[in-house]
């Protein structure tokens, strides 16, 4: 069977006006109008509050945040509380689970699984943790997971930390983990990594986790 992925890489792009690009892909994935599509993205400083999220766990008031140029977000997700900034790859994959997997665990479980054979490409021993959701290096954190699923279709997806500036994560408690630690790519193999390479990388896995066959390039667009 013939499967089709759609992947755009769209940059840097502010968190909002990305949030309405998969919101347009995914109405339009629901109408059968639009093929399977994995976006890339960074985002600028932004820290993003999922349905379970709870406020505690943002250190400093959001007016304060704003004032330092930092967005904070509610969004539709599943999860707590975290961190996106430049340096960190955002994948959010719009696909029909109707046509793969009627299965959100199984979802989750193949999301982690994609970017635990991303870090052993590198060399490091990457794996899951019992109780969390996300990608683990020992007690350090290298990739949050966060999705929505709706009539079958996916949104909102991961952030794979390569160069992210850690330090930023500091002003929560990640995903509302207390007793946890946050990880990058640049931090474990001591040394920038290049985000294209990653990317391809990221690509690769996914679509032998997911059984893509056929890969499309598609071009940034901005919301209908």
Same mark, same amino acid.
């Given at each position: 069977?013939?499967?089709?992925?759609?992947?755009?890489?769209?940059?840097?792009?502010?968190?909002?006006?990305?949030?309405?690009?998969?919101?347009?892909?995914?109405?339009?994935?629901?109408?059968?109008?639009?093929?399977?599509?994995?976006?890339?993205?960074?985002?600028?400083?932004?820290?993003?509050?999922?349905?379970?999220?709870?406020?505690?766990?943002?250190?400093?008031?959001?007016?304060?945040?704003?004032?330092?140029?930092?967005?904070?977000?509610?969004?539709?997700?599943?999860?707590?509380?975290?961190?996106?900034?430049?340096?960190?790859?955002?994948?959010?994959?719009?696909?029909?689970? !109707?046509?793969?997997?009627?299965?959100?665990? +199984?979802? &989750?479980?193949?999301?982690? @699984? =994609?970017?635990?054979?991303?870090?052993?490409?590198?060399?490091?021993?990457?794996?899951?943790?019992?109780?969390?959701?996300?990608?683990?290096?020992?007690?350090?954190?290298?990739?949050?997971?966060?999705?929505?699923?709706?009539?079958?279709?996916?949104?909102?997806?991961?952030?794979?930390?390569?160069?992210?500036?850690?330090?930023?994560?500091?002003?929560?408690?990640?995903?509302?983990?207390?007793?946890?630690?946050?990880?990058?790519?640049?931090?474990?193999?001591?040394?920038? !990594?290049?985000?294209?390479?990653?990317?391809? +990388?990221? &690509?690769?896995?996914?679509? @032998? =986790?997911?059984?893509?066959?056929?890969?499309?390039?598609?071009?940034?667009?901005?919301?209908?």
């Amino acid at each position: 069977m013939s499967r089709k992925l759609v992947v755009i890489d769209h940059g840097l792009v502010e968190y909002n006006a990305a949030w309405d690009i998969q919101r347009d892909v995914f109405s339009k994935r629901t109408q059968g109008a639009a093929d399977d599509h994995l976006l890339f993205f960074e985002h600028p400083n932004t820290y993003t509050l999922g349905k379970t999220a709870s406020k505690t766990n943002l250190i400093g008031s959001e007016d304060f945040l704003r004032e330092n140029g930092f967005s904070v977000v509610d969004i539709d997700r599943g999860g707590d509380i975290t961190y996106h900034g430049p340096g960190q790859i955002v994948g959010y994959p719009i696909i029909s689970l !109707t046509e793969w997997h009627q299965d959100a665990h +199984l979802y &989750l479980r193949s999301l982690e @699984e =994609v970017l635990i054979r991303v870090s052993e490409e590198y060399g490091l021993s990457a794996g899951r943790k019992e109780k969390y959701t996300g990608v683990w290096i020992g007690e350090r954190k290298i990739a949050a997971i966060g999705i929505k699923i709706s009539r079958w279709v996916t949104m909102h997806g991961f952030a794979f930390n390569v160069n992210t500036n850690l330090d930023l994560f500091n002003g929560i408690i990640p995903c509302g983990i207390k007793d946890k630690d946050v990880t990058s790519l640049a931090r474990e193999l001591n040394n920038t !990594t290049d985000m294209k390479s990653v990317k391809t +990388l990221i &690509l690769k896995h996914f679509a @032998e =986790v997911f059984g893509y066959n056929t890969l499309s390039s598609g071009y940034p667009v901005t919301p209908n």
